[in-house]
C-alpha cells in the first residue's frame, strides 16, 4: 500500500461541531435551507434559577410522512422521529427512531428541502413550546433511555416519557394526567402553529416540484383518508 501525498488536504475538521457533526454531514447547505450547523452558547441558560428549554415538533413529509420531536439539551435539539405523530392518549407507543442533533436555529425551519437531498420534502412548524425535564438528570436520563418530561406547547401539554427500546429505537407515550386524550391531535389540528399554513401551502410558497407538492397535500389528509387508510389501499388495489 503506497503512502498518500503529503499535500492531499486533510478531512475537514468537525470537531467545533460537537453533537453537529452528523447534521453537518448529512447535508449540503449551499443547496438546502436549512440552517447551517452551529452550536447555541450553552452559557445562554447556564445562569438562570429556571432556564425555559425549547421543543418543536415538525410535520416532514420526506420519503415517508414523520413527525420530529426536537427537545433542547446543552444548545443543540434532540431529535425523534415520530412516524405516526405524538399520540395523548396514554394506552397509545409510538414509534420514535432517534435522529441526528439539530441546531437551534432549526426551530424556526419551515419549508422544502429540495429533492434528492438528505430529508427530501416539506417541512411544517406542528407545534411549539417549552419543555420541562421530569427526570432529575436529563443526560443520565439518555443514558438509562428513560427521559421524563413536561411539554408546553399550543397543541401537545403535560407529562410524557420517552423509553429507549433498542439501538436508536425509541417508544415516545403520554402520562397519565389532565392533558391525556384520545383526541388525533394529527388530524384534528393539522395546521402550523407559525403561518397557519397547510403543508401543502407551505409546499407551494416555498416552489415544490409537483411530486413533493402532492406528497405534502396527500399528507394534510387524516390518515383515514390519507395514503395508509383502507380506502387508499382499495383505491391501490383497483
Ligand atoms: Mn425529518
Known amino acids: ?4 501525498p503529503r499535500r492531499e488536504p486533510a478531512l475537514p ?6 453533537r453537529l457533526a452528523e447534521y453537518r454531514a448529512k447535508r449540503r447547505f449551499d443547496v438546502t435551507p436549512e440552517p447551517p450547523p452551529r452550536l447555541a452558547g450553552v452559557t445562554k441558560t447556564a445562569g438562570k434559577a429556571s432556564p425555559k428549554l425549547e421543543f418543536v415538533v415538525q410535520k416532514h413529509r420526506a420519503g415517508h410522512l414523520h413527525y420530529d420531536v426536537r427537545l433542547e439539551h446543552a ?3 434532540l431529535s425523534w422521529a415520530v412516524p ?12 420514535a427512531m432517534q435522529t441526528e442533533p439539530h441546531p437551534m436555529e ?8 429540495p429533492e434528492g437531498e438528505y430529508g427530501g420534502g416539506t417541512v411544517m412548524i406542528w407545534d411549539r413550546g417549552t419543555w420541562t425535564p421530569e427526570s432529575p438528570d ?5 443514558g438509562k433511555g428513560d427521559l421524563k418530561f413536561r411539554l408546553d406547547g399550543r397543541k401537545l401539554k403535560g407529562s410524557w416519557v420517552l423509553v429507549r427500546t433498542h439501538g436508536r ?9 389532565a392533558y391525556a386524550s384520545t383526541e388525533d391531535l394529527t388530524a384534528t389540528k393539522p395546521r402550523s402553529v407559525v403561518s397557519r399554513r397547510t403543508l401543502a401551502a407551505i409546499a407551494r410558497a416555498a416552489g415544490a416540484s409537483p411530486r413533493q407538492l402532492e406528497q405534502a397535500a396527500a399528507a394534510d389528509l387524516p390518515r383515514e383518508e390519507g395514503q395508509s387508510s383502507t380506502a387508499a389501499r382499495r383505491a391501490r388495489v383497483r
Open 169 to 177: 429505537q425509541w417508544l415516545l407515550m403520554k402520562h397519565r394526567d
Open 138 to 142: 436529563v443526560t443520565r436520563a439518555l
Open 84 to 95: 405516526k405523530g405524538p399520540a395523548p392518549d396514554p394506552a397509545v407507543k409510538r414509534l
Open 1 to 4: 500500500m503506497s503512502a498518500r
Open 106 to 113: 432549526y426551530n424556526q425551519f419551515e419549508g422544502v428541502i
Open 13 to 18: 475538521d468537525l470537531s467545533k461541531y460537537g
Open 75 to 77: 444548545g443543540v435539539m
